[in-house]
């Protein structure tokens, strides 16, 4: 259900299956990173930052400061204040 949920666009669902991808037995990070990104091209403030710390790491993505940095400023403008100390 998730799942087709995430499929059919649902922002929120998105988000948490990237989440859920970060950690535990079915950790992949690939994974995490497709469906955070696809929230982040939503501009969903939290899955940005994700996105942006992502590339800072190189979870699941190149590691790209640059990347980095347009993240965190589109968290940021999108309410995420935590992402301009992050930046």
């Known amino acids: 259900m998730l799942v087709n949920n995430a499929n059919n666009g649902d922002l929120k669902s998105q988000l948490q299956l990237g989440i859920y991808y970060t950690k535990g ?4 990070l690939l994974k995490s990173y497709y469906w955070l ?15 942006a710390r992502a590339h800072i ?3 699941g993505t190149s ?25």
């Open 63 to 87: 590691k790209d400061l640059r990347l980095a940095k347009k993240w965190y400023l589109l968290a940021a403008r999108n309410g995420n204040n935590q992402s301009l100390v992050d930046l």
């Open 57 to 59: 790491i190189g979870h």
């Open 37 to 51: 990104k696809k929230a982040a091209k939503q501009n969903h403030p939290m899955a940005c930052r994700y996105i």
């Open 25 to 28: 037995e079915d950790k992949d």
